[in-house]
């Protein structure tokens, strides 16, 4: 079965430019995640959605970022305008319907660098 | 919400048993236990989870403590892939926000 699929792996990219990360869930999973990893910081959930609907986003940094999902399989993070601090990995995960204490599943992650 | 805490690093002899600790001591009574791993560059790995009881699967065993103020992630049979860093997290079924990884353990597994 194919997991969370992210992309790029890699952007690299000036400061000022806008980004769009991506990612596809796993199929029949409805909550989505996006997270940041940074070395100081560690791992940061930033928003969630359930059934394509942003429910948290109290771990955004800032206005310059936003999250969409138009559908159950397509979900973008956007930086406009980006800064070099945005530098990180950025993951996607997913989880399947349930119980509420399902695993969540990650994918590779975007590693993005703004010069 | 709790917190845990980790010993930073540990070190496992390859085909040996690797025990993870991880100390949780203001679990409350409606917060899981899970960890995950991260490989290098990967993302994070879904190992195991459990409310109260131990749990095995495939991967790997949780054992709880009576009280729940501590756990115990068990590889039985360590191997060099198995070198990652590893993640003890509680929370609340649901409360996805409060999902903190920490700083986690790294386990090197030598040959």
């Known amino acids: 079965d194919a997991g969370v699929i992210q992309s790029p792996r890699h952007e690299v990219t000036e400061m000022g430019q806008e980004v769009t990360l991506r990612c596809k869930p796993i199929s029949g999973h409805d909550y989505l995640f996006w997270y940041r990893q940074t070395m100081m910081r560690g791992l940061e959930l930033l928003i969630y959605f359930n059934n394509n609907v942003p429910i948290d986003d109290s771990g955004m940094p800032e206005d310059r970022f936003s999250a969409k999902m138009p559908n159950a399989s397509f979900s973008t993070l956007k930086i406009q305008p980006s800064e070099p601090r945005d530098s990180a990995v950025y993951f996607c995960?997913?989880?399947?319907?349930?119980?509420?204490?399902?695993?969540?599943?990650f994918g590779d992650g975007t590693r993005l660098s703004i010069l | 919400d709790a917190k845990t805490t980790q010993p930073t690093s540990m070190d496992c002899a390859e085909g040996r048993a690797a025990n993870l600790p991880c100390n949780h001591s203001t679990i409350s009574g409606n917060e899981y236990v899970y960890w995950y791993r991260q490989i290098h560059s990967q993302g994070p790995q879904y190992i195991i989870h459990g409310l109260k009881n131990n749990e095995t699967n495939e991967m790997a065993s949780l054992i709880i403590t009576e009280d729940r103020k501590s756990s115990t992630l068990i590889l039985p049979h360590a191997t060099l892939r198995d070198t990652a860093v590893y993640y003890c997290i509680v929370r609340v079924v649901y409360n996805f926000n409060k999902f903190y990884f920490g700083s986690g353990t790294k386990l090197n597994v030598k040959p």
């Open positions: 995960a997913s989880s399947p319907p349930g119980t509420g204490n399902a695993a969540q599943h």
